[in-house]
């Protein structure tokens, strides 16, 4: 009996092209990540990825290492994660560049989901008598986009959820206290991931209970200065001595339902925003809020770092699109103590919300999870 | 600067002694669990393993092999991952066999933690002009013999503890539906596991809710048909239609506080074994029984599978040596869903109970967490 293997066209210089793409993820919004890789039989000539908005695309970047370096692209290959642009934007159309350079084979991961675009760059370099090839690690292409196509298809941020809980699912004991489930190094990891978002969302209680900062604390060349927003149903007073209101008030971001004008007023005054929202069947429309910070505030990544509530409701809604979990080697026991994902009903198993492990791995003491939704790629 | 560099001393042919070793695993007792090999230069002479009391130590196994071989042993190496012994027990010295052997070198994963032993035989073999080196792969092979030295020193079982929950750490819905968390290959997995030990111990709401037949329902060569052990404060029925008091009464303990005649009577008349107990403080004395377990009925290795209060006590009284926990990727997202461990108060984070991750994998679409715990090699 013969066995038909799948051939999931997988490269090394693929693979090369997608960790230089993830060097530009979050700073390339409204573009998204792409890395670039040319090569030559087995050696590689250049190698490029879209560092942000505005400067050059991938391809063009790796064309432009590779002749710095005195190569000669005529019949080379070009490996790219995202399906080469043939439009004129802030840059011009990668295509021409590649034909340009005589670049004889054009390997794509995964063609671009723009309904602009679809099909464009591939079948132009197609119809000038470039060999294109299509799919080329195209699952891990297609997880490089999908904050890309969440901003198109959704208007909306993608949104991470971090959380960091025990072995049995507890972000906190019954009274609150939460320093540290988590090692130094996971928290490391969670600053880093801090310094690519442009909102950091956290719940009522996480801001009245920890007073927190949110700023990312890490030494790096390049990173962001995030909003604080802050989903909750009571407001603090202006002259109350949270960080974030005396601190970072032009970053912080209340996101709440009370209408208490002379608080709403005092806080403002401060620089704080504010944008009110109402409650239907109990709950607020969390789409509709973090499209507000989407299309009024240029927020395409929120990072939502709990507590459990929030968590959950994310969840339900379908907003949490990658999450974060890390596992501390701990057990608390108590079933006082918070969960890190909380008030939902579920009467079967089967009616739980379902994802799929991408990666996981120890950092330092803890076990780090990473999923999206199932099915979601 | 210069770094001085931990030597961790680790061996390709001492790492397969110690999957050698695992081979046994389960059906040593007694005696723990040791795998041999034996080199000369790069090349393997021969290998074994303890297969099950009174049957070849796993220096003997290896001996033989490499005889069987036609190798002449003379000048060779032998790679074993616990001291070897120098006393007649069911079978000769080890010792004995590897003078006479003439095998030149020894090297040695950890020495025998026996009081009568400790020392024994690594100092024999130096005193006859055999080198000796001590300590190749020294935790693994110290974790290959967790097993024995508990029994050792502590008179009790070697207690594995079982448990499937989602991602937000339940391991059932508020009415208890809980299946199926984990995944077909998971359950495989702890089959296997059931496989090797002499009795699965769960609590009474498991055993009246889920009515289970706890065999190991694999197909394998050796396996054995453990006990099951049911902690609870009722007894059922003596005809009542439970699975494990109708077939396999043998089989089936109750350890409980209840003391109904009658009741016990009945039971025992079918064949059911009754330990009965008191509560001291609200609690049964868990040490207590599962040391009777293994006093009177040869029970060197327990498999809890649950549920979370059962967990939260053995955790509670150290008597959790091992824990597989199988996360599923799920999140139910319910407070009143069962916890994977329930019944504690923890004030603060760090009066949490702390352990080691030893190892992590993928099981199909779930994740399995091997812990012990902290500090406990």
Redesign the interface.
């Known amino acids: 009996m013969t066995h038909i293997l799948e051939n999931p066209k997988n490269s090394k210089f693929m693979e090369l092209a997608i960790s230089l793409a993830k060097k530009g993820m979050g700073y390339t919004a409204p573009n998204p990540c792409v890395g670039a890789v040319i090569t030559k039989g087995n050696t590689i000539l250049g190698q490029g990825y879209h560092r942000r908005c505005g400067e050059d695309h991938a391809e063009v970047a790796a064309i432009k290492d590779a002749i710095s370096k005195g190569h000669d692209l005529k019949d080379s290959t070009l490996w790219v994660t995202l399906e080469p642009c043939n439009h004129y934007g802030k840059t011009p159309p990668c295509t021409h560049a590649i034909l340009k350079h005589n670049i004889k084979e054009v390997n794509i991961g995964t063609l671009d989901p723009n309904p602009n675009v679809k099909g464009g760059g591939a079948e132009f370099l197609k119809s000038k008598g470039v060999i294109v090839d299509i799919g080329f690690n195209e699952i891990q292409c297609k997880n490089l986009i999908r904050d890309f196509i969440t901003w198109h298809k959704k208007k909306r941020p993608y949104i991470f959820l971090k959380l960091a ?6 972000i ?4 609150g ?5 988590s090692s130094q190094k996971s928290r490391e990891f969670v600053h880093n991931l801090r310094a690519k978002v442009d909102c950091i969302l956290i719940g009522g209680n996480t801001f009245f209970n920890d007073n927190p900062k949110l700023t990312p604390r890490i030494e790096a060349n390049e990173k962001k200065d995030p909003f604080a927003a802050i989903i909750t149903s009571r407001l603090p007073g202006s002259d109350s001595e949270y960080y974030l209101i005396n601190s970072r008030p032009k970053k912080t971001i209340f996101i709440t339902t009370e209408s208490d004008y002379e608080k709403i007023k005092g806080l403002q005054k401060k620089g704080v925003k504010i944008i009110h929202t109402e409650k239907k069947n109990g709950y607020i429309n969390l789409y509709q809020v973090l499209s507000k910070l989407f299309s009024d505030l240029n927020c395409y990544y929120i990072l939502c770092e709990g507590g ?1 509530r929030l ?2 409701s994310l ?2 809604n379908k907003l949490a699109d990658e999450i974060f ?1 890390f ?1 501390a ?9 918070k ?11 089967k009616d ?6 991408i990666d ?1 791995r ?1 950092i330092d ?1 803890d ?1 780090l ?1 990473h ?1 999206i939704p ?1 099915g979601d790629i």
């Open positions: 809980q025990s072995l049995d699912g507890k906190a004991t019954e009274n206290d939460s320093k540290w489930i459990g968590a959950q969840v339900k979990l596992i080697p701990i057990i608390l026991g108590d079933d006082r103590a969960s890190s994902f909380s008030g939902n009903t579920v009467a079967k198993i739980g919300y379902k994802f799929d492990i996981y120890k003491t076990l999870i999923l199932k």
